[in-house]
Nanobody, 122 residues
Framework: QVQLVESGGGLVQAGDSLRLSCAAS????????IGWFRQAPGKEREFVAG????????HYEDSVKGRFTISRDNAKNTVYLQMNSLKPEDTAVYYC???????????????WGQGTQVTVSS
Protein backbone atom coordinates (compact mmCIF):
# COMPACT_ATOMS: atom_id res chain seq x y z
CA GLN A 1 0.00 0.00 0.00
CA VAL A 2 1.30 3.44 -0.96
CA GLN A 3 0.08 6.57 0.75
CA LEU A 4 0.44 9.87 -1.07
CA VAL A 5 0.10 13.28 0.53
CA GLU A 6 -0.10 16.46 -1.53
CA SER A 7 0.76 19.88 -0.17
CA GLY A 8 1.56 23.35 -1.38
CA GLY A 9 -1.77 24.50 -2.74
CA GLY A 10 -3.27 27.86 -1.96
CA LEU A 11 -4.84 31.07 -3.21
CA VAL A 12 -2.69 33.13 -5.55
CA GLN A 13 -3.10 35.82 -8.18
CA ALA A 14 -2.76 35.32 -11.90
CA GLY A 15 0.91 35.28 -12.87
CA ASP A 16 2.08 33.95 -9.52
CA SER A 17 3.82 30.64 -8.85
CA LEU A 18 3.22 27.68 -6.59
CA ARG A 19 5.11 24.47 -5.95
CA LEU A 20 3.09 21.40 -5.14
CA SER A 21 4.65 18.43 -3.38
CA CYS A 22 3.57 14.81 -3.39
CA ALA A 23 5.16 12.82 -0.57
CA ALA A 24 4.97 9.02 -0.60
CA SER A 25 5.08 6.64 2.33
CA UNK A 26 6.75 3.75 0.54
CA UNK A 27 10.46 2.85 0.41
CA UNK A 28 9.86 1.61 -3.12
CA UNK A 29 8.92 5.07 -4.37
CA UNK A 30 11.47 4.86 -7.19
CA UNK A 31 9.50 1.92 -8.65
CA UNK A 32 6.49 4.14 -9.41
CA UNK A 33 5.69 6.55 -12.14
CA ILE A 34 3.85 9.60 -10.83
CA GLY A 35 1.14 11.64 -12.45
CA TRP A 36 -0.40 14.94 -11.47
CA PHE A 37 -4.08 15.37 -12.28
CA ARG A 38 -6.52 18.17 -11.60
CA GLN A 39 -10.25 18.47 -11.31
CA ALA A 40 -12.18 21.71 -11.55
CA PRO A 41 -15.80 22.00 -10.34
CA GLY A 42 -18.18 20.38 -12.81
CA LYS A 43 -15.35 18.99 -14.92
CA GLU A 44 -13.70 15.61 -15.29
CA ARG A 45 -10.34 14.88 -13.77
CA GLU A 46 -7.61 15.62 -16.30
CA PHE A 47 -3.96 14.77 -16.69
CA VAL A 48 -1.56 17.64 -16.05
CA ALA A 49 1.96 16.19 -15.93
CA GLY A 50 3.74 12.93 -15.30
CA UNK A 51 7.20 11.56 -14.66
CA UNK A 52 8.30 8.02 -15.34
CA UNK A 53 9.96 5.67 -12.88
CA UNK A 54 12.51 4.35 -15.33
CA UNK A 55 14.35 7.25 -16.92
CA UNK A 56 12.62 10.25 -15.41
CA UNK A 57 11.07 11.21 -18.70
CA UNK A 58 8.22 13.67 -18.44
CA HIS A 59 4.99 14.47 -20.24
CA TYR A 60 2.78 17.54 -20.00
CA GLU A 61 -0.71 18.47 -20.99
CA ASP A 62 -0.56 21.09 -23.73
CA SER A 63 -2.03 23.96 -21.74
CA VAL A 64 0.70 23.75 -19.07
CA LYS A 65 3.74 23.18 -21.30
CA GLY A 66 6.35 25.83 -20.65
CA ARG A 67 4.69 26.88 -17.39
CA PHE A 68 4.70 23.73 -15.23
CA THR A 69 7.66 21.51 -14.42
CA ILE A 70 7.48 18.11 -12.79
CA SER A 71 10.46 16.62 -10.99
CA ARG A 72 11.19 13.90 -8.49
CA ASP A 73 13.59 13.34 -5.61
CA ASN A 74 13.64 9.62 -4.94
CA ALA A 75 15.83 10.08 -1.87
CA LYS A 76 13.01 12.12 -0.32
CA ASN A 77 10.19 10.02 -1.79
CA THR A 78 8.73 13.21 -3.22
CA VAL A 79 7.54 14.52 -6.56
CA TYR A 80 7.17 18.22 -7.20
CA LEU A 81 5.06 20.25 -9.57
CA GLN A 82 6.43 23.74 -10.08
CA MET A 83 3.67 25.91 -11.48
CA ASN A 84 4.60 29.31 -12.92
CA SER A 85 2.56 31.98 -14.68
CA LEU A 86 -0.60 30.63 -13.15
CA LYS A 87 -3.91 31.44 -14.80
CA PRO A 88 -7.46 31.45 -13.43
CA GLU A 89 -8.19 28.38 -15.57
CA ASP A 90 -5.59 26.47 -13.55
CA THR A 91 -7.95 26.63 -10.58
CA ALA A 92 -8.72 23.06 -9.47
CA VAL A 93 -8.02 20.40 -6.91
CA TYR A 94 -4.68 18.86 -7.80
CA TYR A 95 -4.03 15.18 -7.15
CA CYS A 96 -0.94 13.07 -7.45
CA UNK A 97 -1.14 9.40 -8.35
CA UNK A 98 1.29 6.48 -8.47
CA UNK A 99 1.35 3.65 -10.96
CA UNK A 100 3.59 1.25 -12.76
CA UNK A 101 3.83 3.38 -15.89
CA UNK A 102 3.44 6.98 -16.93
CA UNK A 103 -0.14 7.08 -18.20
CA UNK A 104 -2.46 9.87 -19.27
CA UNK A 105 -5.56 8.05 -18.06
CA UNK A 106 -6.45 8.33 -14.40
CA UNK A 107 -7.83 4.81 -14.17
CA UNK A 108 -4.35 3.40 -14.89
CA UNK A 109 -3.00 4.62 -11.57
CA UNK A 110 -3.17 2.50 -8.45
CA UNK A 111 -2.74 4.99 -5.64
CA TRP A 112 -4.02 8.51 -5.11
CA GLY A 113 -3.54 11.35 -2.69
CA GLN A 114 -6.34 13.36 -1.14
CA GLY A 115 -5.73 16.43 -3.27
CA THR A 116 -4.73 20.02 -2.66
CA GLN A 117 -6.73 23.08 -3.73
CA VAL A 118 -5.19 25.61 -6.08
CA THR A 119 -7.14 28.80 -6.64
CA VAL A 120 -5.92 31.48 -9.04
CA SER A 121 -7.68 34.82 -8.95
CA SER A 122 -7.72 37.20 -11.90
Amino acid sequence: QVQLVESGGGLVQAGDSLRLSCAASTRTFAWYSIGWFRQAPGKEREFVAGISRSDGSTHYEDSVKGRFTISRDNAKNTVYLQMNSLKPEDTAVYYCAAGARLELTSSRYDYWGQGTQVTVSS
